[in-house]
Structure formats: C-alpha cells, structure tokens
C-alpha cells in the first residue's frame, strides 16, 4: 500500500502523523510511504531524516492526498485537506465528528474511509489511541491554567502552590478519567488544594485509593458543582462521552458563582467542550474572558508539546496503521472489532452511531459497511 502523511495545517499544530522510525516499519512491512517535506520539522525530524528511513519526499500536500492510498495525519483535515479527499481512500487521524457538521458533511461527501483514533477501543471499553494525549492535556491543562490565573494574563493573580503563611490555590478536576487523574496529579505535584468529581463510584475509589489524602473526591451532581466551582480558582472540564458531544456541565449563569478572575480550562474543547460559555481558541490567541472569568479552550492542546505527543501517539496509533496497510482496511476492520470501533464514516456513509444520532444522519453499522 502507498501510505503518507502530511505537513498539519491547524493553526499552531507542530505534530506530525508518522515518525521516521514509523516510517521504517512501514517500509519494513513492504509498503511505500510518501512524505510531504518538511512535514517533521515541528518536532526535529528533517527530511532527511525521513529519506533515511526509506520515505519518498513530496513537495506538496496535493501529492500525497492525490496519489496515496492511506493519509495519516494528526488533526482532523481543514478545509483545504478535505477538498482533495477521494472515495475510497483511507484517512486515519483524529476527527472529534460530533460537533463538526462541516466536517462530517465533507467526509461523507468525499466518499473516503474515515478511521478516527480517539474512538478505536480497546480491552475494557478503553480508548488506547486517545490515551496518551489524554495524559498530555491533562497535565498540560494545569500548566496552562496556573498561567492563565496570573494577573497579567487576566488572571485572579493566585499561585496555585501558595508559599508558607499563604493557602494554595483550589483546583476542580471535572471528570476523574485519564485527563482527569493527570491533571490532578500535576495539580497535586504542585501542591495545590485538589478535588475531583466523577459519577462513577469505582472511579472515585480508585482515586480515593491513589492519592489518599492529597486530593479530595466527590460525586459529580449541579449541587457539588455548583458549591466546588464557587470555591474554585481553577476548573478543569475533564469529561468525556466517547465519540458523542461533551455534556455542558458548567452554565453561563454558573460564572456568576465564580470569583473574578478564576479560569476555566475546557479540554473537552474537542468535542464541543463542557462549559456552556466555551468555543475553541488556538495557541495563537489561547484565552478569552467571559463575566470575568477566564476561559482557556484551545483545540489541540498536546501540538505545543509537539515531539513528546507524536512519539507518544505514534506507540499507539502504528500497529493500527500497519494493520490497515498489510490487509487492506476492510480486512483489519474485520479481524479486528477494536479498529472496527474506528470507521466513522464510509463511502458516504455515517458508521458511528453517536455521530449519525448528534448530527441527524442515518446509522449504518460497521458491519454492513464491511461486509460490502
């Protein structure tokens, strides 16, 4: 197969779609891959880098969605990039399709085969390819959000640690999955004062159990979000329904319990996020304010960690991709039920049924699509 991958356009996003030692494996496996130069610069991999490693340089985007059989990218593909999508294709990326009808209307226009990472599944309902830049936005979240309290940021002008003689800053970790346990272990690291909310009753034992002491649990209802939030210097929206549209956990008129110049850091941003107040930024112009509270909301969050995030998501995302490679994707789809979960759109069909439900189309089960 003839697989590429290309420079990403999204606005501040220095992560590429293959590594030169995934290319390797690639080329290893039989298979040609075509690179669009410069593609690794943002995380320190020449071209040469990628020639050495047996990938064929292309000096534009059109090459490689014009000729190759599978694109793999990061973000889902801009305008531009899906203008040049073509049926059967096969383009294997993140998509966050549910509050994206723009998008999801251009793939299913162009006839491609859509496998999004942050929907394969694996044992136990786990979300494997969406797992490690989970952990890197979750961390990352309290970075940005301890930046964004300082008074020249527009911030309530608090350190989150606080100093001797002086209390901490509170933290509100919405959500105790991956993001929400790494933004609390960041948070805790930095020895603020934390508490997480979830509905599950394991999940919150589990944390519980984690970090004992040093962050409190509570169950996730309107009236302890309602109470935290008031409380709160930093929240982090941190809620996940997978594939679907995040919830809207916190209302506008919920800001008006906050203290001025608190902030909210919505990492749920990508599939519409869980503040009812919030709509995606870019790194470029990463905050805004709404009745006095901050919101950080950028979309692709882990692209400024660009090398640790592509060499995380490359561990997960390459066998995958060798998979649909050596047997074609209506063969690894079949021999594989978890990659199955992926396909959300195929031959101008909407095979995610929380997608098809979100944005009205009519749901046609994997199966079907496969068996074709």
């Known amino acids: 197969m003839r697989v590429g991958t290309v420079k990403e356009v999204k606005n501040h996003e220095y992560r590429v779609g293959l590594t030169p030692e995934s290319v390797r494996e690639l080329v290893t496996h039989g298979h040609e ?47 531009a990039e899906r203008a040049m999508l073509r049926e059967g294709q096969v383009l294997y990326t993140y998509l966050h399709l549910a509050p994206d009808p723009e998008q999801t209307r251009d793939l299913v226009k162009s006839g491609v085969t859509a496998i999004a990472y942050e929907t394969v599944t694996g044992p136990g309902g786990q979300l494997p390819l969406l797992k490690p830049m989970s952990q890197v936005a979750g961390r990352m979240s309290i970075q940005a959000g301890a930046t964004a309290l300082e008074k020249a940021h527009g911030g309530r002008g608090v350190l989150l640690g606080g100093v001797p003689g002086v209390l901490p800053g509170r933290v509100l970790v919405i959500g105790g999955g991956v993001v929400g346990f790494n933004a609390a272990q960041m948070a805790v690291g930095l020895g603020a004062d934390v508490t997480i909310l979830d509905r599950d009753p394991e999940v919150l034992e589990r944390l519980g159990t984690h970090f004992e002491s040093r962050a409190k649990t509570r169950f996730s ?37 906050m203290k001025p110049g608190a902030v909210l850091v919505d990492v749920a941003i990508d599939q519409g ?80 049924e929380a997608v098809a439900l979100e ?11 496969v068996g074709n």
């Open 33 to 79: 891959v075509w690179v669009e130069a410069g593609a690794g610069d943002g995380i320190g991999a020449s071209d040469a880098a990628y020639a050495a490693a047996g990938a064929v340089l292309k000096p534009l985007a059109a090459d490689i969605f014009g000729s190759c059989e599978m694109v793999v990218k990061v973000k889902e593909p801009q305008a």
């Open 221 to 257: 209802n309107r009236a302890n979000i309602e109470q935290m939030i008031a409380e709160a210097e930093l929240v982090i929206g941190a809620v996940l329904i997978p594939g679907a549209a995040a919830p809207k956990l916190v209302t506008r008129d919920m800001l008006a319990l």
């Open 273 to 352: 996020g869980c503040f009812e107040t919030s709509h995606a930024t870019t790194h470029a112009d990463p905050t805004y304010i709404v009745d006095g509270i901050v919101h950080y909301c950028v979309a692709n969050m882990p692209g400024a960690v660009a090398r640790t995030s592509t060499y995380a998501l490359n561990n997960v995302t390459l066998p995958h991709a060798l998979r649909i490679a050596d047997l074609g994707w209506k063969g690894a789809l079949a021999a594989n039920p978890h990659l199955a979960a992926g396909l959300n759109v195929s031959g101008g069909k909407v095979t995610y």
């Open 359 to 369: 944005l009205g189309y009519d749901y046609v089960p994997v199966a079907e699509v």
